[in-house]
Structures are given as C-alpha cells and as structure tokens.
C-alpha cells in the first residue's frame, strides 16, 4: 500500500509542496507537513528535516518522495508558465496538483 503522497500548489510564481500519509485502507490521506513553499523557502530541504523528525517513516520511502519533488522542482523551474496543469499530472501521475491556474 502506498502510504505517502506529494500535493503540490503549482502557479507562476511558487511551488507549494506537502506530503499526506494514508494510515489505512479506510482511511484517505491525512496530513503530516504543512505545505512549504519554493523557491521562497529551500523547500526540498525542509521537507527531508521535517520527513526525517518522524521516527516511522522509512528511509526507502523518504527517498524516493524527496528526488520526486526534486523532480517536480525542476519541472517548475524549466516550464511552469508553458505547460498545463493536465500535462505535468500526467508527467507525475502520484502526485496531487492544485492549480492556481489552468491552461
């Protein structure tokens, strides 16, 4: 069961990143980080001291989630008035997007 998940707010102007957790096949994904925004914080940076404070995350999982929003930082950096909302979630297609704007 996949227990981590990105949401990302994604404008023109930032980057907001958070990370849910599911507990349960009951239960939707909860919470665990308030969203940390990029480039006005070291956001990626953040989110690893933040995922590292909880004792019951595996590295394996936090690994993996971190050089994803490496990824998806990328992504903003290189296309993020040129690309719509429809194509960078289907470039990264676990991951929540909030939109500020929609193309």
Same mark, same amino acid.
């Given at each position: 069961?996949? =227990? #981590?998940?990105?949401? $990302?707010?994604?404008? *023109? %102007?930032?980057?907001?990143?958070? @990370? ?12 665990? =980080?308030? $969203?940390?925004?990029? !480039? +006005? +914080? ?5 989110? %690893? @001291?933040?995922?590292?404070?909880? !004792? ?7 690994? !993996? #989630?971190?050089?994803? @929003? ?6 903003? +950096?290189?296309?993020?008035? %040129?690309?719509?909302?429809? %194509?960078?979630?289907?470039? $990264?297609?676990?991951? *929540? $997007?909030?939109? *500020?704007?929609?193309?």
């Amino acid at each position: 069961m996949k =227990t #981590l998940q990105l949401r $990302f707010i994604w404008n *023109t %102007e930032r980057l907001a990143i958070a @990370v849910d957790q599911k507990l349960s096949d009951n239960v939707s994904f909860i919470p665990i =980080t308030e $969203f940390l925004s990029w !480039p +006005q +914080q070291s956001a990626r940076d953040e989110l %690893e @001291v933040l995922l590292k404070a909880k !004792p019951w995350i595996p590295e394996h999982e936090m690994i !993996p #989630l971190l050089e994803k @929003v490496s990824s998806v930082i990328d992504c903003w +950096q290189e296309k993020n008035t %040129e690309t719509s909302i429809t %194509e960078i979630e289907e470039k $990264f297609p676990d991951c *929540t $997007f909030l939109a *500020t704007y929609r193309k």
